[in-house]
Each structure stands twice: as C-alpha cells, then as structure tokens.
C-alpha cells in the first residue's frame, strides 16, 4: 500500500544525545516535511524539502538537521542543540507544487528525553 | 507573513448538535490555499479539504460544510448532526502561493462529542 512510513513510533533519548528519526514514502511525491506538535501550539514546521538535495528550514530548525538523498526518504535528526526536544514528530509528504496539494502524513514518531 | 489562528481550545457537544470551528487567517499574498485536517487520537491526519484564493463557494460534503470568506479572512467548519466519531482535534491550515511549499497550520481546537 502507498503511504508515509515513520519508525520508530516511540524513542526515549538521554539528554545530550542526537537521535535520528525516519521517514519514507512510496507515493512518489517531491514534497517532504517534518512538522513538530506539542499539546495547544498545534503543528510547527520543522524543515521542508521540495526536490531531492533541496531543503528549507521552516520556523523551529534550530537544534534539528535533515537531509533529502533519496526522494523517498527524509530522516530528521534531533541533535543535543534542541533544547526541548521531547514532542510529537510527523512526518508529510505532497505532489509537486506542493502548496497547492494536500499533505498526506505518517502516524508519527513521539519522542521523550529522560 | 502567514497566520492561522484557531481561538477555540476546545469545543464540547451532544451527540447530534451542529457545531462550528473558526478559523481566521492572515496573508499579504492574494494566491492562497486553504485547508482543514482531522486528527483522531490515533495521530494522524487527515486531510478534509482545500480551498483556493479565487474560489469562494462554500462547499459541503455530506454532514460537513465550509464557509469560506475573504472579506473577514475566515474559512470556517460545521459539522452538522455531530456524531461520537467526530470527535478528534481539527487543525486549518495556509499556504501562500510566494512560500512555495511552505503550510503553516494553526493551534488546533479539540472537538469532542458526548453520546
């Protein structure tokens, strides 16, 4: 089936710790995001990429990294520089022109620093 | 620069009540989209619809509807004869035609419905 893959659904990580999470999909879709939810700030924009070997960051990339070598997979990693690192992370991807398509999304990856 | 702002927390109903969820935007570019998403507590979202700048009808599908109006920079949801399995956190979303890309969402409004 196509879709949005994210692994792993739940990650722990010891403060100082970089920690990388994955995302693939099989849609054949340029477009790839990472978005980050905490509980009442809704989605925040992370980094996005529209080509491969292309990405922008968004309004939260401090202490984040990503890079796009394949179109089909856009790994986020969550370096010790995020200073609050645990939340909900989600994964999307669009068609071209991707401001004009919908977002299809993964079922997340939630992250917890001990 | 974009805005979403969905001022409703959360919004509790009886099963069958009709329910609205503002949302009110903010762009200078005069190309957008607009979007509504469902999140139910599984987690992922689901997209429900987009709207263009240059189209302002109001669109309904089955028991949801939208109202789309530009003169108060609003595209609000109603979902009509609420049902248990409305109940998950809805967010709209915005994307400038000069982002490119770029969808910025706003704070969400968790709806959930009684039985």
């Known amino acids: 089936d196509g879709g949005i893959t994210q692994s792993p659904k739940y990650l722990f990580r010891k403060e100082g710790q970089n920690v990388t999470l994955s995302c693939e999909q099989n849609l054949n879709h340029d477009a790839m995001y990472w978005y980050r939810q905490d509980p009442g700030q809704g989605l925040r924009l992370i980094y996005y990429s529209q080509i491969v070997n292309d990405f922008q960051k968004g309004d939260i990339a401090e202490g984040y990294s990503v890079s796009r070598e394949k179109k089909e997979s856009f790994p986020l990693t969550v370096t010790s520089a995020q200073k609050n690192p645990t939340a909900f992370y989600l994964c999307?991807?669009?068609?071209?022109?991707?401001?004009?398509?919908?977002?299809?999304f993964g079922e997340g990856s939630r992250l917890t620093v001990l | 620069a974009q805005k979403v702002t969905q001022a409703q927390t959360e919004i509790s109903v009886v099963e069958k009540e009709d329910v609205t969820l503002d949302c009110v935007y903010e762009t200078r570019d005069t190309t957008y989209y607009l979007f509504w998403y469902k999140q139910p507590p599984s987690g992922e979202l689901v997209f429900l619809i987009r709207r263009n700048s240059f189209d302002e009808q109001n669109e309904i599908s089955g028991r949801y509807s939208w109202n789309f109006q530009k003169s108060t920079s609003s595209f609000n949801f109603t979902i009509t004869a609420s049902q248990v399995v409305d109940s998950a956190v809805y967010f709209c979303a915005l994307s400038e035609r000069s982002s490119a890309s770029k969808i910025i969402f706003g704070s969400g409004t968790r709806l959930s419905i009684r039985p």
């Open positions: 999307a991807s669009s068609i071209p022109t991707g401001n004009t398509g919908e977002l299809f």
